[in-house]
């Protein structure tokens, strides 16, 4: 068999963390009541017209700025043309003709652990459709603008990419520089990133481009990945069998983990680009760019960086931690109540992150506040409680954001470090295993463990290890 | 004397000295719509109720002081393609035929603000492409001076509403020449403003690069007076100009000394009327009489600005409409299989022929190969012929000739040829391809005893170099009322 | 005539733009459609080279609103138009089979 590349190019759409949507003052919050954030502009009522939200731009400009890219000064907006019950205008004002950042790319690592760039063709800003839900007995859809003209940026890559390893890295990266520059917060499940594969075959060392396919709804890195394998089979068996991968777009059901072409007769893929004339022209003075130059926050390197200078706290941690957004976030925050950096690590990397896995959660999804670690971390440090007691509060925190202080004070689950009480229960716990103690006088070392958790369970947990030791040692 | 007989700011006076209540003057424009509409047909809508319950409103707040405009209380018709809350909103197409909208285009607020009753919304081409309000779903508007003939259009209801006085005053709107076109053929005043002046959030957008609303009236102090009012800076429409100056009645001045007028030699060539000629030229040495300077000129381009017209036009047209789509308002069909069908047959049964024609040749000049050759193409004589107008300001404070090349013809005799009935556009069009303010205003009429406009065209934010040199010239010859307003 | 529209070429823009002519329509659009672009043709006697094609005539740019809510529910106003309801959302024929 003939040895086949892939050649893969994404189009990303990232939802925008503004709060108003692009062209209207409506809230871009998840969750209302169908059509409730809605008004004349963003379901395309006649006569109504759209005013750009500046903070599309700023975002916009900065992704672009992180990705390389260089910034069109004086960009436009287009229209794209098409019809569906989701797109209230039958038209979605996109950038075709000047899009706000062009020729760009970002550094990947590949699996050989070497480095790759992937180039950025342009990034452009449009509005994003209306949602449609399919009554699965009935002959309707159900159409629901509270999505409708929420700012997305279209980031469009070169055809770059050879493998789903490649596209991976190349989404995570352009994930984590999203959310460190807080322009979203990319998550793939709940659509705030999306994914369009292009994806085309070519013999091995041939320069020309094979026809591409453009896949859809992937929303999931493991749905992307089983896609490009699946499409790179079908593409391949198209040709071996000695006919021609038709250019189309195609649509993928993960659950039968296949696709199917979205063609339609009525569906002309013609959309008749022209200036919108609604609105004007957005000129991106030096003078601006440089304002939003300014306000980037630190990236990860600089961030890792920091957290060993200023936390000292290992390498190690600092990666994992940075590794996401949201994670940093939360760790700086915590650090600054309690002022204890490689604790406030530990119980991220550790505890956190066990849950985390457990739950199947990103850490977009957690909820706790610093607040609550910090006074957890207060408590075990001043041997308040003990670190069992610890591990079983955080748990409560990391479900349900509790007060430890009061979950503590409430359950009696204090440190007692009172000697008198924990002197009588040492007493008592000598007394009832004469074996060990033996064993113990006669340099079992042992045996010391065994008496201590007997301690701890007569004093439900609640004792000091290192005082019970202590008493321990001394009453033997 | 009628009190539809006076101007609106003459109306609004009387109204402020109390010597006419608001109701009265109301009822005095009902009265005129039930007597006369149906000769005329200006209207798709009459409200009265509101009308009424809005008289007592207007009069209270006259009363109590606040509100001092002299627009106040003066019943006014609105064209309908203007949104107005609660109250139906046609564009005189069937597909919009029940659509009864939720707010209120910033213009018609403005006029609200200022104390303005509506009366009704007036008749027009449907979706405010045709020149004669022929296409409209709700039949055509005839015209004040002979019900035989047309108004124009596509503000043919308002013009007429005007000229018959069921009205004081109208709104309009000009996208290639809708205002002007009509004022002239139903011997009244109509103004353009310059593009962005007045705010279009609210208006049904036919071709949104050129839609401007604009005043329609007995005469050009009304239109100033008017275009005061409807003017403003309105973020809700991004291609709004914040202007220095909203002052335009402080142009109205009887003086053109010195004030330099081009008459382009291309509108006066083949194609134009005999007596349309005669009198524009008349009316140019009228104001040559009171001082000002006529100068002949070649404006060149002219016969390229209707092609690029109804390229932008009909391409701009051919997007903003396809939200008439049977699923958020208006017209659905009853029967259908499937979503593109009922999109399909919404549209079409929606649809009239006019419209179907400038969204098919919309669609297709900007279909997949063809953008270039045509709508490029089109921006890029756009380009060139603001600069003829460019070179021609520069030389002159206002350029004169005529608004069509004949009168109104008869009823029934321009659709079935439409390209001849776009090329009686030439006048209007460049205007709103460069964005320049213009005014229709009457001067003579013909031997048919139909109107004749002559048309002033100013440079962009010069509305007070049109609006001085028509008041000028209005003070040569008296008001003519329609022959229909003495009925 | 120059301009000969062809039965694909209505057929295809019918598409593009969502409209359903009748045979009789049809030819009508056609005659009309290769008239008009016979009379627009007419642009290309002018040269237009190296000419910045115009689509916005002032050189205005830069107009932006605040990224702040203002607008409230607006449930009741956007369905009060709508041809068919069904709870809070509008109806329309089922856009994908299966």
Same mark, same amino acid.
């Given at each position: 068999?003939?040895?086949?590349?892939?050649?893969?190019?994404?189009?990303?759409?990232?939802?925008?963390?503004?709060?108003?949507?692009?062209?209207?003052?409506?809230?871009?919050?998840?969750?209302?009541?169908?059509?409730?954030?809605?008004?004349?502009?963003?379901?395309?009522?006649?006569?109504?017209?759209?005013?750009?939200?500046?903070?599309?731009?700023?975002?916009?400009?900065?992704?672009?700025?992180?990705?390389?890219?260089?910034?069109? =000064?004086?960009?436009?907006?287009?229209?794209?043309?098409?019809?569906?019950?989701?797109?209230?205008?039958?038209?979605?004002?996109?950038?075709?003709?000047?899009?706000?950042?062009?020729?760009?790319?970002?550094?990947?690592?590949?699996?050989?652990?070497?480095?790759?760039?992937?180039?950025?063709?342009?990034?452009?800003?449009?509005?994003?459709?209306?949602?449609?839900?399919?009554?699965?007995?009935?002959?309707?859809?159900?159409?629901?603008?509270?999505?409708?003209?929420?700012?997305?940026?279209?980031?469009?890559?070169?055809?770059?990419?050879?493998?789903?390893?490649?596209?991976?890295?190349?989404?995570?990266?352009?994930?984590?520089?999203?959310?460190?520059?807080?322009?979203?917060?990319?998550?793939?499940?709940?659509?705030?990133?999306?994914?369009?594969?292009?994806?085309?075959?070519?013999?091995?060392?041939?320069?020309?481009?094979?026809?591409?396919?453009?896949?859809?709804?992937?929303?999931?890195?493991?749905?992307?990945?089983?896609?490009?394998?699946?499409? =790179?089979?079908?593409?391949?068996?198209?040709?071996?069998?000695?006919?021609?991968?038709?250019?189309?777009?195609?649509?993928?059901?993960?659950? =039968?983990?296949?696709?199917?072409?979205?063609?339609?007769?009525?569906?002309?893929?013609?959309?008749?680009?022209?200036?919108?004339?609604?609105?004007?022209?957005?000129?991106?003075?030096?003078?601006?760019?440089?304002?939003?130059?300014?306000?980037?926050?630190?990236?990860?390197?600089?961030?890792?960086?920091?957290?060993?200078?200023?936390?000292?706290?290992?390498?190690?941690?600092?990666?994992?931690?940075?590794?996401?957004?949201?994670?940093?976030?939360?760790?700086?925050?915590?650090?600054?109540?309690?002022?204890?950096?490689?604790?406030?690590?530990?119980?991220?990397?550790?505890?956190?992150?066990?849950?985390?896995?457990?739950?199947?959660?990103?850490?977009?999804?957690?909820?706790?506040?610093?607040?609550?670690?910090?006074?957890?971390?207060?408590?075990?440090?001043?041997?308040?409680?003990?670190?069992?007691?610890?591990?079983?509060?955080?748990?409560?925190?990391?479900?349900?954001?509790?007060?430890?202080?009061?979950?503590?004070?409430?359950?009696?689950?204090?440190?007692?470090?009172?000697?008198?009480?924990?002197?009588?229960?040492?007493?008592?716990?000598?007394?009832?295993?004469?074996?060990?103690?033996?064993?113990?006088?006669?340099?079992?070392?042992?045996?010391?463990?065994?008496?201590?958790?007997?301690?701890?369970?007569?004093?439900?947990?609640?004792?000091?290890?290192?005082?019970?030791?202590?008493?321990?040692?001394?009453?033997? | 004397?009628?009190?539809?007989?006076?101007?609106?700011?003459?109306?609004?006076?009387?109204?402020?000295?109390?010597?006419?209540?608001?109701?009265?003057?109301?009822?005095?424009?009902?009265?005129?719509?039930?007597?006369?509409?149906?000769?005329?047909?200006?209207?798709?809508?009459?409200?009265?109720?509101?009308?009424?319950?809005?008289?007592?409103?207007?009069?209270?707040?006259?009363?109590?002081?606040?509100?001092?405009?002299?627009?106040?209380?003066?019943?006014?018709?609105?064209?309908?393609?203007?949104?107005?809350?609660?109250?139906?909103?046609?564009?005189?197409?069937?597909?919009?035929?029940?659509?009864?909208?939720?707010?209120?285009?910033?213009?018609?607020?403005?006029?609200?603000?200022?104390?303005?009753?509506?009366?009704?919304?007036?008749?027009?081409?449907?979706?405010?492409?045709?020149?004669?309000?022929?296409?409209?779903?709700?039949?055509?508007?005839?015209?004040?001076?002979?019900?035989?003939?047309?108004?124009?259009?596509?503000?043919?209801?308002?013009?007429?509403?005007?000229?018959?006085?069921?009205?004081?005053?109208?709104?309009?709107?000009?996208?290639?020449?809708?205002?002007?076109?009509?004022?002239?053929?139903?011997?009244?005043?109509?103004?353009?403003?310059?593009?962005?002046?007045?705010?279009?959030?609210?208006?049904?957008?036919?071709?949104?690069?050129?839609?401007?609303?604009?005043?329609?009236?007995?005469?050009?102090?009304?239109?100033?007076?008017?275009?005061?009012?409807?003017?403003?800076?309105?973020?809700?429409?991004?291609?709004?100009?914040?202007?220095?100056?909203?002052?335009?009645?402080?142009?109205?001045?009887?003086?053109?000394?010195?004030?330099?007028?081009?008459?382009?030699?291309?509108?006066?060539?083949?194609?134009?009327?005999?007596?349309?000629?005669?009198?524009?030229?008349?009316?140019?040495?009228?104001?040559?009489?009171?001082?000002?300077?006529?100068?002949?000129?070649?404006?060149?381009?002219?016969?390229?600005?209707?092609?690029?017209?109804?390229?932008?036009?009909?391409?701009?047209?051919?997007?903003?409409?396809?939200?008439?789509?049977?699923?958020?308002?208006?017209?659905?069909?009853?029967?259908?299989?499937?979503?593109?069908?009922?999109?399909?047959?919404?549209?079409?049964?929606?649809?009239?022929?006019?419209?179907?024609?400038?969204?098919?040749?919309?669609?297709?000049?900007?279909?997949?190969?063809?953008?270039?050759?045509?709508?490029?193409?089109?921006?890029?004589?756009?380009?060139?012929?603001?600069?003829?107008?460019?070179?021609?300001?520069?030389?002159?404070?206002?350029?004169?000739?005529?608004?069509?090349?004949?009168?109104?013809?008869?009823?029934?005799?321009?659709?079935?040829?439409?390209?001849?009935?776009?090329?009686?556009?030439?006048?209007?069009?460049?205007?709103?391809?460069?964005?320049?303010?213009?005014?229709?205003?009457?001067?003579?009429?013909?031997?048919?005893?139909?109107?004749?406009?002559?048309?002033?065209?100013?440079?962009?934010?010069?509305?007070?170099?049109?609006?001085?040199?028509?008041?000028?010239?209005?003070?040569?010859?008296?008001?003519?009322?329609?022959?229909?307003?003495?009925? | 005539?120059?301009?000969?529209?062809?039965?694909?070429?209505?057929?295809?823009?019918?598409?593009?733009?969502?409209?359903?002519?009748?045979?009789?329509?049809?030819?009508?659009?056609?005659?009309?459609?290769?008239?008009?672009?016979?009379?627009?043709?007419?642009?290309?006697?002018?040269?237009?080279?190296?000419?910045?094609?115009?689509?916005?005539?002032?050189?205005?740019?830069?107009?932006?609103?605040?990224?702040?809510?203002?607008?409230?529910?607006?449930?009741?106003?956007?369905?009060?138009?709508?041809?068919?309801?069904?709870?809070?959302?509008?109806?329309?024929?089922?856009?994908?089979?299966?």
């Amino acid at each position: 068999m003939k040895q086949y590349e892939t050649v893969i190019g994404l189009e990303v759409h990232v939802e925008l963390a503004t709060k108003t949507k692009i062209f209207c003052s409506c809230s871009t919050e998840f969750g209302g009541e169908p059509n409730s954030h809605t008004c004349p502009v963003c379901t395309g009522m006649p006569g109504s017209l759209p005013v750009l939200n500046k903070k599309v731009v700023e975002y916009a400009a900065a992704v672009g700025l992180a990705t390389n890219c260089k910034i069109t =000064k004086n960009c436009k907006f287009d229209r794209k043309n098409y019809f569906y019950p989701d797109n209230p205008q039958n038209y979605q004002i996109s950038q075709l003709y000047y899009p706000i950042c062009r020729d760009g790319g970002i550094e990947i690592e590949t699996k050989d652990g070497g480095k790759k760039t992937i180039g950025i063709h342009e990034i452009h800003m449009e509005e994003d459709a209306g949602k449609l839900v399919h009554d699965e007995w009935g002959e309707d859809s159900l159409v629901d603008f509270n999505r409708s003209g929420v700012p997305l940026i279209e980031i469009v890559s070169e055809p770059d990419m050879r493998s789903a390893d490649e596209v991976i890295a190349y989404l995570d990266k352009l994930r984590l520089i999203i959310q460190y520059l807080g322009a979203s917060d990319c998550k793939l499940q709940e659509g705030s990133m999306r994914a369009d594969v292009n994806l085309s075959i070519r013999e091995a060392g041939t320069k020309e481009f094979g026809t591409r396919t453009e896949m859809k709804n992937l929303n999931s890195f493991k749905a992307i990945a089983r896609a490009i394998e699946a499409e =790179k089979e079908r593409q391949i068996d198209i040709i071996e069998s000695g006919q021609k991968v038709i250019q189309e777009t195609r649509r993928w059901d993960d659950n =039968k983990e296949y696709s199917y072409a979205m063609r339609s007769k009525e569906d002309a893929q013609d959309y008749r680009y022209f200036p919108e004339p609604d609105l004007v022209p957005v000129v991106i003075s030096d003078e601006w760019l440089e304002e939003i130059k300014a306000a980037q926050p630190e990236f990860r390197d600089e961030k890792i960086n920091r957290y060993k200078e200023e936390y000292k706290i290992p390498e190690y941690d600092a990666q994992i931690i940075t590794s996401d957004k949201h994670l940093a976030d939360l760790f700086e925050a915590t650090t600054a109540i309690c002022n204890n950096p490689k604790k406030v690590s530990n119980w991220l990397m550790v505890e956190t992150m066990r849950l985390m896995k457990e739950n199947n959660m990103e850490p977009a999804e957690l909820k706790f506040s610093p607040e609550n670690l910090a006074k957890l971390i207060n408590l075990a440090e001043s041997k308040a409680i003990n670190s069992q007691i610890a591990k079983e509060v955080f748990e409560k925190i990391f479900n349900e954001d509790i007060d430890p202080e009061k979950y503590v004070e409430e359950n009696g689950l204090k440190t007692v470090s009172d000697d008198g009480a924990l002197k009588e229960v040492v007493k008592k716990v000598i007394e009832a295993n004469p074996q060990p103690v033996n064993d113990y006088h006669n340099g079992k070392k042992k045996a010391m463990g065994f008496l201590v958790g007997q301690i701890m369970k007569e004093m439900q947990g609640k004792a000091d290890p290192a005082l019970a030791n202590k008493l321990l040692k001394e009453l033997l | 004397m009628s009190l539809m007989k006076l101007t609106a700011t003459g109306l609004g006076k009387k109204i402020q000295n109390k010597e006419v209540s608001v109701t009265e003057a109301v009822n005095a424009a009902l009265d005129a719509i039930e007597k006369k509409e149906e000769k005329i047909n200006s209207f798709v809508t009459i409200d009265r109720e509101g009308a009424l319950k809005r008289a007592k409103e207007v009069q209270q707040l006259i009363d109590r002081g606040e509100l001092k405009s002299n627009l106040a209380g003066v019943p006014v018709a609105i064209k309908d393609n203007m949104c107005t809350e609660g109250m139906l909103t046609t564009c005189s197409s069937k597909i919009l035929s029940n659509f009864v909208p939720m707010y209120t285009a910033e213009a018609v607020l403005n006029l609200e603000k200022a104390g303005a009753v509506i009366v009704g919304k007036t008749n027009m081409d449907e979706f405010a492409m045709g020149s004669t309000t022929e296409t409209s779903y709700y039949g055509a508007t005839k015209n004040p001076w002979n019900t035989a003939h047309v108004t124009g259009g596509s503000s043919g209801g308002s013009c007429a509403a005007v000229a018959a006085e069921e009205c004081i005053y109208a709104l309009g709107s000009d996208t290639g020449g809708s205002i002007r076109q009509p004022s002239s053929f139903c011997g009244v005043t109509g103004m353009k403003p310059t593009y962005g002046t007045v705010s279009r959030y609210g208006l049904i957008a036919y071709g949104s690069s050129l839609d401007q609303i604009g005043p329609v009236a007995k005469d050009v102090t009304d239109c100033a007076a008017i275009l005061e009012v409807i003017a403003s800076h309105d973020p809700k429409d991004s291609t709004s100009v914040k202007r220095d100056d909203y002052n335009f009645t402080s142009a109205l001045v009887d003086d053109v000394k010195g004030i330099k007028i081009g008459i382009p030699r291309d509108y006066f060539g083949a194609g134009l009327d005999g007596e349309v000629k005669e009198a524009v030229l008349n009316a140019a040495k009228e104001l040559e009489k009171k001082g000002a300077i006529l100068e002949e000129f070649d404006l060149s381009l002219v016969d390229y600005a209707i092609p690029a017209y109804y390229i932008i036009a009909c391409a701009e047209a051919s997007s903003n409409l396809a939200r008439f789509d049977g699923v958020k308002y208006g017209y659905r069909t009853s029967e259908y299989n499937g979503l593109h069908n009922m999109y399909k047959k919404s549209r079409s049964e929606g649809f009239g022929q006019e419209v179907k024609r400038r969204i098919m040749l919309g669609s297709f000049v900007l279909s997949s190969g063809y953008y270039d050759a045509y709508y490029i193409k089109a921006l890029k004589t756009k380009a060139l012929i603001k600069k003829a107008f460019d070179a021609a300001f520069a030389k002159y404070d206002v350029i004169l000739g005529p608004v069509a090349p004949t009168t109104a013809p008869e009823i029934g005799k321009s659709l079935s040829d439409p390209l001849k009935m776009y090329l009686g556009d030439i006048y209007t069009i460049s205007a709103n391809l460069a964005g320049l303010p213009g005014i229709s205003l009457p001067c003579g009429t013909d031997s048919k005893g139909l109107p004749i406009g002559m048309q002033l065209l100013g440079d962009c934010f010069k509305e007070k170099n049109i609006i001085r040199a028509a008041y000028a010239f209005e003070q040569t010859r008296e008001y003519r009322h329609s022959p229909l307003s003495l009925s | 005539m120059a301009n000969i529209i062809s039965d694909e070429t209505i057929d295809y823009v019918g598409i593009l733009a969502k409209l359903e002519l009748s045979s009789e329509e049809k030819e009508q659009a056609k005659k009309d459609m290769g008239r008009m672009l016979d009379y627009i043709d007419k642009l290309n006697e002018l040269d237009t080279e190296g000419v910045e094609p115009m689509s916005h005539i002032f050189p205005v740019s830069n107009v932006f609103r605040e990224d702040k809510v203002v607008n409230g529910d607006g449930r009741e106003f956007t369905l009060a138009n709508v041809p068919e309801r069904k709870d809070d959302c509008l109806v329309v024929p089922k856009t994908i089979v299966g």
